[in-house]
Nanobody, 122 residues
Framework: QVQLVESGGGLVQSGGSLRLSCAAS????????MNWYRQAPGKQRELVATISSDGSTNYADSVKGRFTISRDNAKKMVNLQMNSLKFEDTGIYYC????????????????WGQGTQVTVSS
């Protein structure tokens, strides 16, 4: 089975920084896109940042210039460096990845982490 485990969330003052990490483990042949989503209280889950297998990135307009997504393919990890945090960045942050578990089948499936809480005090 595949598991994604996030770490690095916490409480920070407005203007501060946090670094989130997500490690994938289990039966994994290949990983395609790796993403960070977030869900604020009472709101829908939204895509924050994406990094493809070749390293190209995309960001939500609300975090451009403040957040940086990166990945370490050898360690099967994705990180999210969050700077200049704002109150509205508060929420549960989820790691998501499109993974091909086996080499003998070209089947890709999305997997999710359990989420990590980020709270920004104003």
């Amino acid at each position: 089975q595949v598991q994604l485990v996030e770490s690095g969330g916490g409480l920070v003052q407005s203007g501060g920084s946090l670094r989130l990490s997500c490690a994938a483990s289990g039966i994994i042949f290949s990983i395609n896109d790796m993403n960070w989503y977030r869900q604020a209280p009472g709101k829908q889950r939204e895509l924050v940042a994406t990094i493809s297998s070749d390293g190209s990135t995309n960001y939500a307009d609300s975090v451009k210039g403040r957040f940086t997504i990166s990945r370490d393919n050898a360690k099967k990890m994705v990180n999210l460096q969050m700077n200049s945090l704002k109150f509205e960045d508060t929420g549960i942050y989820y790691c998501n990845a499109l993974i091909r578990p086996h080499s003998f089948t070209n089947r890709w499936s999305p997997f999710w982490g359990q989420g990590t809480q980020v709270t920004v005090s104003s």
